[in-house]
């Protein structure tokens, strides 16, 4: 695989706030990265800088091993065969679906233009409504539009960000899987931006996850879930619930009970979170000598895994305060109550454990 | 994101334009501040107080009276179910098209001791002399507030009105659970509500009466306006013209602020506007007295003098007035195209400019250059005078230096001046329009043609100038409405022999002979019903 985009150590500053800091990415040519993180990380500065829109204060960004920019020289937008699909899709209002597809291309010739914009119509299904005004489609087409828009150029990569904010949800499924095909068909590279990590795992070949200006983990999307590389990582992809653990050299002890480790923990008496899936979590509801009362129900709902339970800790000693619990996850088709005692363990498996 | 463009040119020629906008001012007002303390105290000890005071009162009486009107009109058309409704909405803002000073001698014209009112009056009642009878004297000041209440209280009913229907109908609701009667809620909770738009609106009456020259010249009160004026035109004396004009501007600029002030609470704006209001239910008693409230107010603010007018034009228009029409009106026509093109393009460089250059002080230059709303038209003409005078004569004594002719007063005593002074005065228009056009131009239209390889002249021609198409000509055609409409900066700048229709009609109503300009007038009136029309439509999209 040939890699097309290298980003090297790169910070940017808006109004004196450091926004992204030191980062470094690389993308292979063809692939779709995903790129998430919580509002405010700095996901959409990334992709303003590569497209051009941000000066980096530092670091390097290059496509198909052309310098873009290194913190002194900048070249400007237009000149980095880099394309954008904005949120708002920034369809021009006032020209043709036709006029807004050409608009890229005005440098070819007039036959080459209406090659281009006839393939990309067809292909995009937007033959009917070439002469239409952007007013006149609905929010699906006018998503056709700037993905045609943007691919017309060639762009060597494309950049999306929140391409699916706007998109009724029960529609959002359908184009995900639409216009991934599209883009594979193209062998365009992509960067997709989302606060919503759900879309990455039908879009993306590839993900990012992003916090505070950093990129904390970049892997295939499979990979991160089963491996997140920290607490920050693991939290924000829900990929489990937290039980606090206070960590000895041979175990983690926790109010569920003592978790004999495989290896021997050399920062000692630390306490830890252990990442929690509901399907590690063993439920007892008859309480009895053997099976002591460990954890209450603290809020129920129903799905279509069966009940949905947030389990919390039952009164503790003050020592053990830092140990309690309050929303570990379960689903069971045991039917439980409010503030209902139960018996949990921990079922054995290779456990993660983050500071 | 980044702005796209770091141009020095544009940055360099931005900050020229606006310098340029407001220097005359400055100069004026330097000179003014420091004219002699021994000019202001001989003109503190004679005509100043007098003509403090009248200008103060004028105001006073002005603002009280367009109150009266603005709001009840706002109120009975927003609130009750007063029948024609949906015609005196928009019939009520007609005045704002009717120039004060027309009304002025059309009514002195009407009531006057030889007017056809007393006329009739005395042939009915068989009175022989003035002794006879007590009839009101409208060519006083209390006249004279009454003819500038009757043409701007639009402006009150136009905020108010605007403010009663935007205002959260749930809050209203929320009163009458609480107890209150429709009445009760719109005194306690409505009218308290719409108070900072009122105070808008009040502010720009009080702007256009500090403003106004002719009406008060033709009813013979003097204020700061006419002394300014009569001491330029009369005396020749530039140094007091220039305190006057100063202590104007002062005037004006305490306005502004106090306007700018009251304007920060504005925010009694709703998500909610369109919920089904409740009505006050007038008796018939109420419906007539409501109905001859509104009515009186667009029949004497315009129907009335439209019809004198038209009268006047039927009876006495003849080919040799026709033809001091066309001259006159091409005149205007030339001054308020070169006006209106001119503020336009500066409104669109330094718009753009706010919008898309990386200057951290982007926002200045179209910030200066809107300022000169607020300056009367004779403060304006004073301040060119001022400016435009000594460069003149430098630039004469230059020539003449370097062996040429001196050409002259090419620049105070030619149609510059005129085009110089409208475009200080009506490039606030022009800003205001195309920057609102600017804001509904997503921040994403400016990247998206960088992002397809469009560098910032081809998204500026190919996106922003057709995106903005319909800001502009409305931008233009309201300076240019504007300029046809203006008077005092015309009067004082115009060349020897120059007319144009308002300056026209002003010099015929002067000499008691508007019958002769009847055409030119309705002309003025017509033209001044382009922006209603234009503001009325956008205020029913909202």
Redesign the interface.
Known sequence: MTVLLTIQQLSVKLQDKVVLSALDLTLNEGDILGLVGASGCGKTTLL?AI?????PSEGQIAIDGQLLSDGSQCV????R????I?????????LTVKENIA??I??LSKIEQVAQIDHLLTILKLTDLSDSYIHQLSGGQQQRVAIA??L??KPKLL?LDEPFSNIDARLRNELMVEIRGLLKQFKTTAIFVTHNKDEVFTFADKMAVMAQGKLLQFDAPSVICQYPNSYQVADFLQLGSWLPCQMNATNAENLLGKLELETEHVEQASLTHLLVKPSQLLLNDKINDNNVANAKVAYISVTEQGYHYYLSSIEVSDADKKLAFNKLSLYSDIALSLNQKVNLSIKPHKFLFFS | ??A?NNSKTWKLSSYLIALVLIVPVLVMLVGGVSASTQLFSHLWQTVLPSYLENTLLLAFWVVLLALIFGVFSAAIITQTNIIFKKQLRWLLLLPLAMPAYLVAYLYTDLFDYAGPVQRSLRAWFDWKSPSDYWFFDIRTLPGAALMLALVLFPYIYMLTRGAFEQQDQNLIRASRLLGLTAKQSFFKVALPLARPAIAVAASLVLMETLADFATVQYFSVNTLTTAIYDTWLGYGDLGAANALASVLMLLVLFVVLAEQKSRAGLRHQSARPNLNRELIKLSLSQQIFASIFCWALVIFGFLLPLTLLIVMAVEYSDVAQLSVLMSTGINSLKISVIAATVAVLIALSLGLYQRLHSDKYRQLPLQISGFGYAVPGTVLAMAMLSTLGPLDHWLNDAVEFFGFTPPGLILSGSLFAIIFALVVRFSAIANGTIISGIKQI?Q??D?????????LK?SLT??HL??LTPAILVAWLLVFVESMKELPAVLLLRPFNFETLSSQIYQLISDEMLEQGALGAILIVLFGLLPIVLLNKSKEKI
């Open positions: 303003n497209a051009g829109f941000n000066k400007p937008a237009e000149k065969q880099v394309g954008m904005f949120q708002d899709y920034a369809l021009f209002p006032h608009f890229g005005a440098k828009r943007a017309a150029p950049l | 994101m980044i796209l997503p994403s239209l990247y998206a043609p960088a992002s397809l390889g469009v560098n081809g190919k996106v057709p995106i």
